[in-house]
């Protein structure tokens, strides 16, 4: 019966379904771990955008100023105030300064102090002076700052100073007693100060001049008492004035090709050199002017001299002036130096050059395997042609064929001649990659000027660049043909 029967205890394993979503994702993590390995060992390439510019260079310079200059000294002890102001043009009737020996005009002065009031254009010329120095300060030069003190005391005691004795010269009957006055010795622009370069001239170069944290400068309206022989004040009495400055390897270069070319030669030889100008900008009030240039040599160092024939009295109060040579700026592509590299070319005879319907090539001697000699033309492109070689590429191949078109040792034919030349000589050429296409492809380059970041090209030449070509930013990491994309 039901007792009799047997139970089934087979087991049945449950099996999982498959899951495609494991495997999907697995891939994923695998292809991740490949890109980021291949990431980090492989070279990384950059593109560069090929843009039109300019380099402007900088040629800023720092030349010492040297003037006919001369000192004059106290004639005798006493109180001194200043009467002209420094830069004033001041003729031999022009009172300079005053001593009062007795001291009785300082009391007149301080009592008159109170009554003595300074006019719009007095403050406005201290203003001007505040402006200035704020506008030019920097932490870097600290020093300045006393300078700055000196200048503005200076520049408030010599308008003080003029009010006061215009007014004792109105109220007091005596005033002749009181002090005696010293006209200027000639005409010329009044200075009041000294540094020890009064007697400097460009025939005397002396490097130490250039070393401005050396320089030592003093202000002679400082002192209230002079004793007698003491310096009060220097005279500046020709309009005609020099700038020295070093010249590096560069500028010295460009003011000898200037100066060459402003020479003419006569029927006998003679070299005469005319005046040769250069265009500058003083960085103080951003004047600009053309002073002529010449080139002196001490010890083996070029010091550039300018000669200016006006603007004396503008910088009559500076012996230091900071100025930048303006010479015309290279305009073309821009294009950093990183992506520029060199390639090798076969250098050929302009005259073996032939032209075939609308190609242009070289008639290339050829032999068969019986010993049979023909001439091919052979369509080889030409990257770059000057007077004397044209350049070929040894790479270039025949695409019908994959061999290439010019190799070491092939025989050339001039035409219309039995002249021949062999083909081997070669030089290199600056170019750069370009990946306009997705793979590196070189092009010519031709180098206006250049500086240690960029270098600006010429635009439009044969197998060249244009504007907005991709180039590869550093050439070292790539090689030519290379796929990029």
């Not at 102001?85 to 005053?98: I, M, N, P, R």
């Not at 320089?215 to 309009?239: C, F, I, M, N, W």
């Not at 590429?393 to 035409?415: C, H, Q, R, Y």
Request: include cysteine; aromatic fraction near 12%.
């Amino acid at each position: 019966m039901a007792d009799g029967r047997k139970k089934n205890k087979k087991i049945v394993r449950y099996r999982r379904p498959f899951n495609i979503g494991v495997v999907f994702f697995g891939f994923i993590a695998v292809y991740l771990i490949v890109c980021v390995y291949l990431y980090f060992t492989s070279d990384h390439i950059s593109g560069y955008e090929v843009i039109k510019g300019n380099l402007a260079a900088d040629y800023h310079y720092t030349g010492v100023a040297l003037r006919t200059e001369q000192v004059y000294s106290a004639e005798k002890a006493g109180y001194i105030n200043y009467y002209a102001a420094e830069g004033e043009k001041v003729s031999v009737l022009s009172t300079v300064y005053t001593v009062d020996e007795s001291g009785r005009m300082s009391e007149l002065l301080e009592e008159s102090a109170g009554e003595i009031s300074l006019g719009e254009e007095d403050y406005s010329e201290i203003r001007s002076s505040i402006s200035s120095y704020q506008s030019n300060y920097s932490d870097m030069n600290f020093a300045e700052v006393y300078d700055f003190k000196a200048n503005v005391d200076s520049a408030i005691l010599d308008l003080v100073n003029q009010n006061m004795i215009e007014q004792l010269d109105s109220a007091s009957e005596d005033a002749g007693e009181l002090f005696t006055r010293y006209n200027a010795a000639t005409a010329g622009v009044v200075e009041y100060y000294i540094d020890g370069l009064e007697d400097a001239t460009s025939e005397s170069i002396d490097p130490a001049w250039f070393d401005e944290d050396g320089y030592e400068r003093q202000d002679l309206r400082t002192a209230d008492l002079v004793s007698e022989g003491d310096p009060v004040y220097k005279l500046v009495t020709e309009e005609d004035w020099q700038l020295v400055f070093p010249l590096d390897q560069e500028m010295e270069s460009y003011i000898l090709d200037e100066m060459e070319a402003n020479q003419t030669t006569a029927d006998d030889g003679t070299v005469t050199q005319n005046t040769t100008y250069i265009q500058i900008r003083f960085d103080k009030d951003d004047e600009i002017v053309w002073p002529s240039v010449t080139v002196q040599y001490v010890d083996g160092q070029a010091y550039g001299v300018l000669t200016f024939v006006n603007s004396m009295i503008r910088y009559a109060g500076d012996r230091y002036l900071d100025f930048e040579i303006l010479r015309d700026e290279t305009v073309g592509l821009k294009i950093p130096q990183s992506a520029v590299t060199e390639k090798d070319f076969f250098v050929i005879d302009v005259s073996y050059i032939t032209k075939s319907e609308d190609k242009t090539g070289f008639m290339k001697k050829t032999v068969s395997e019986d010993g049979t000699e023909s001439m091919e033309f052979v369509d080889s492109t030409i990257y770059y042609q000057d007077d004397q070689y044209a350049y070929v590429n040894p790479e270039e191949e025949d695409f019908s064929t994959s061999t290439k078109l010019l190799e070491s040792g092939d025989l050339l034919v001039k035409e219309d001649s039995a002249e021949y030349y062999q083909v081997g000589q070669t030089e290199k050429l600056k170019g750069v990659y370009n990946i306009n296409k997705g793979y590196t492809i070189f092009r010519i380059i031709q180098v206006l000027y250049e500086n240690e970041e960029y270098c600006i090209v010429e635009e439009g030449t044969s197998y060249g660049l244009s504007v907005y070509d991709h180039i590869v930013l550093n050439a070292n990491t790539v090689t030519e043909d290379q796929v990029i994309y």
